[in-house]
T-cell receptor, first 117, second 116 residues
């Protein structure tokens, strides 16, 4: 069965600190996709990144970086030099490659990040 | 030029009423979804449609009925609303049959439904 676990419910940091959000997943498929979404206080869900199971390269985008490790079934998200605008709920999600139309995202319970100035 | 839009953004109604939420996407996507986010922020799939055909129909009460008049629209109709239906409902869309990018879903702003 598919499952996504975000063990950190809430994290509080001070601006300019680095912070890592953990994500552990379970799947029986050999091909799957992992995602991070951001939900700021305004409520919308913003797509951040997709990672394919067959590509273990880590990715960096500005202050954001993602560490994908198949050996530990983890897909962690690091924000470097955090800013107040990073305050949001962050969701990790998994999609198995059952078909290419209409496959559901399985979400973790989210991590609420609060960045204070 | 909103990509995925939903109306209304807020919906307050009484138990027993019937209501609809509309969703439209202008991304040229073939697949659309409805997700429910509960009070603890947990997100769960309800339905997905590909080119007007129902693909996923999770264990959702029959009172919920999706309708897709064309591939750019997916509406959600809810009959006999109950207190437990209070939640935020998100519409999303994605491509189909385009490889890995087909799994990226883009969400609307959400509709906060409050049943009193």
């Amino acid at each position: 069965a598919q499952k996504v676990t975000q063990a950190q419910t809430e994290i509080s940091v001070v601006e300019k600190e680095d912070v890592t959000l953990d994500c552990v997943y379970e799947t029986r498929d050999t091909t799957y996709y992992l995602f991070w979404y951001k939900q700021p206080p305004s409520g919308e869900l913003v797509f951040l990144i997709r990672r394919n199971s067959f590509d273990e390269q880590n990715e960096i985008s500005g202050r954001y970086s993602w560490n994908f490790q198949k050996s530990t079934s983890s897909f962690n998200f690091t924000i470097t030099a955090s800013q107040v605008v990073d305050s949001a709920v962050y969701f990790c999600a998994l999609s198995e490659a059952q078909n290419q139309a209409g496959t559901a995202l399985i979400f973790g319970k989210g991590t609420t990040l609060s960045v204070s100035s | 030029d909103t990509a995925v839009s939903q109306t209304p953004k807020y919906l307050v109604t009484q138990m027993g009423n019937d209501k609809s939420i509309k969703c439209e996407q202008n991304l040229g996507h073939d697949t659309m979804y409805w997700y429910k986010q509960d009070s603890k922020k947990f997100l769960k799939i309800m339905f997905s449609y590909n080119n007007k055909e129902l693909i996923i129909n999770e264990t959702v009460p029959n009172r919920f009925s999706p309708k897709s008049p064309d591939k750019a629209h997916l509406n959600l109709h809810i009959n006999s609303l109950e207190l437990g239906d209070s939640a935020v409902y998100f519409c999303a869309s994605s491509h189909a049959n385009r490889g890995p990018s087909s799994y990226e879903q883009y969400f609307g702003p959400g509709t906060r439904l409050t049943v009193t």
